[in-house]
T-cell receptor, first 115, second 112 residues
């Protein structure tokens, strides 16, 4: 158990809908990262928040957005869902290191199925 | 931007043999290289990492080597056991952009 929690574990929805995935980082961690993992694919970096502010953006679609709240939990919002959005979504957190390198710890993921 | 290539995509070894997984990166600014193990239905678990100022690091049966000049790093697992079977991902971290870029993964099967 990494200490990172994600809810829900599974989510089944229809095309065109909107969903919200939630992540709570490890105690003391200020950074939250979101990743998408499609079937038999690698981990695609979506976005990174540090202490409430967006720090880096990856290949995140405009239909997707995220935020990190004052209590440091984060939410990833996916809207106008398409079949191709079906994937595992992982959140990871890391401690407030020096910035030159920081260990990243992953949550158990949310499996999204769009029908 | 950074690109990380990982080989092989699948690897089968006999129990007790060694396994080696290799990654190459493109951005010389990357300075931290973690390896993750992902078991079925679970999130990736950090198993070992190496910083750019270190050439080799070992933790029991697992070791990682880094060649900065050639921009490649490798994961070595010795005396493999069935429980080592999983998907392994390498990654490169760019402290300038705060981005982790992951390899495409290696599915390791340890045959008993």
């Amino acid at each position: 158990d990494s200490g990172v929690t994600q809810t829900p574990k599974h989510l089944i929805t229809a095309t065109g809908q909107r969903v919200t995935l939630r992540c709570s980082p490890r105690s003391g961690d200020l950074s939250v990262y979101w990743y998408q993992q499609s079937l038999d694919q690698g981990l695609q970096f979506l976005i990174h928040y540090y202490n409430g502010e967006e720090r880096a953006k990856g290949n995140i679609l405009e239909r997707f957005s995220a935020q990190q709240f004052p209590d440091l939990h984060s939410e990833l919002n996916l809207s106008s869902l398409e079949l191709g959005d079906s994937a595992l979504y992982f959140c990871a957190s890391s401690p407030p290191g020096t910035g030159s390198w920081v260990k990243q710890f992953f949550g158990p993921g949310t499996r999204l199925t769009v029908l | 931007g950074e690109n990380v290539e990982q080989h092989p995509s699948t690897l089968s070894v006999q129990e007790g043999d060694s396994a080696v997984i290799k990654c190459t990166y493109s951005d010389s600014a990357s300075n931290y290289f973690p390896w993750y193990k992902q078991e079925l239905g679970k999130g990736p678990q950090l198993i070992i990492d190496i910083r750019s100022n270190v050439g080799e690091k070992k933790d029991q049966r697992i070791a990682v080597t880094l060649n900065k000049t050639a921009k490649h790093f490798s994961l070595h697992i010795t005396e493999t056991q069935p429980e080592d079977s999983a998907v392994y991902f390498c990654a490169a971290f760019d402290s300038g952009t705060y981005k982790y870029i992951f390899g495409t993964g290696t599915r390791l099967k340890v045959l008993a």
